[in-house]
């Protein structure tokens, strides 16, 4: 499983509205277009340190920052690589 898969499935396992994989581009927004809001995105950012096993930076903590969906796999991807982890599957 690649981080966008990771990303993807953990997403449509915190979201309360039927939404399906194909609905996910790079630049659907999390907030305007799936709802998240603050604590549906900490779920969500929980569920992927679940899937990983490892912690994950505060980069990807700023839903400030966070925009798109390619906004939070490339935080997830920069967060590994400088914990120089593995993802685990």
């Known amino acids: 499983m690649d981080i966008k898969d990771i990303v993807r499935t953990s997403i449509l396992?915190?979201?309360?509205?039927?939404?399906?994989?194909?609905d996910f581009s790079d630049e659907v927004r999390l907030g305007e277009t799936i709802g998240?809001?603050?604590?549906?995105y900490v779920q969500v950012v929980v569920t992927i340190e679940d899937k990983i096993g490892i912690?994950?930076?505060?980069?990807?903590?700023?839903?400030?920052e966070i925009k798109t969906f390619s906004d939070l796999?490339?935080?997830?991807?920069?967060?590994?690589?400088e914990g120089d982890k593995t993802v685990q599957t």
């Open 13 to 22: 396992e915190c979201i309360h509205f039927n939404m399906s994989e194909a």
């Open 36 to 40: 998240l809001d603050s604590i549906s």
């Open 55 to 64: 912690s994950l930076s505060d980069e990807v903590l700023n839903i400030y």
């Open 73 to 81: 796999c490339r935080a997830v991807e920069k967060s590994i690589s």
